[in-house]
């Protein structure tokens, strides 16, 4: 059974910091991309961060850039974004998901095979 569980979330002030993990399982790590992905109230699911779990490579949102940081531990199955810096407009419900690497193309756009149940990140102002 594939599950992707996050965990990590939980209320903070602004300029705080949260880590989020996605623990992945019943699927080849290895060969999947991990990308997070964040909806608020009201507004439309965003593309925050994804990883290449083969080789690394990533992808940040411009609005997220320079200040949350994805990274991935293979022998755990778990990607994890690290959250500095934060804002009250960080204030959503975070997803991560997963994608075959082959299918990918880099970014937030491709059609993501699994997803989690989500984790609320509150950032008080």
């Known amino acids: 059974e594939v599950q992707l569980v996050e965990s990590g979330g939980g209320l903070v002030q602004a300029g705080g910091s949260l880590r989020l993990s996605c623990a992945a399982s019943?699927?080849?790590?290895?060969?999947?991309?991990i990308g997070w992905f964040r909806q608020a109230p009201g507004k439309e699911r965003e593309g925050v961060s994804c990883?290449?779990?083969?080789?690394?490579?990533?992808y940040y949102a411009d609005s997220v850039k320079g200040r949350f940081t994805i990274s991935s531990d293979n022998a755990k199955n778990t990607v994890y974004l690290q959250m500095n810096s934060l804002k009250p407009e960080d204030t959503a419900v975070y997803y991560c998901?997963?994608?075959?690497?082959?299918?990918w193309g880099g970014g937030p756009s491709a059609e993501y095979d699994y997803w989690g149940q989500g984790t609320q990140v509150t950032v008080s102002s």
């Open positions: 998901a997963a994608v075959i690497t082959t299918g």
């Open positions: 019943g699927f080849t790590f290895d060969d999947y991309a």
């Open positions: 990883i290449s779990s083969s080789d690394g490579s990533t």
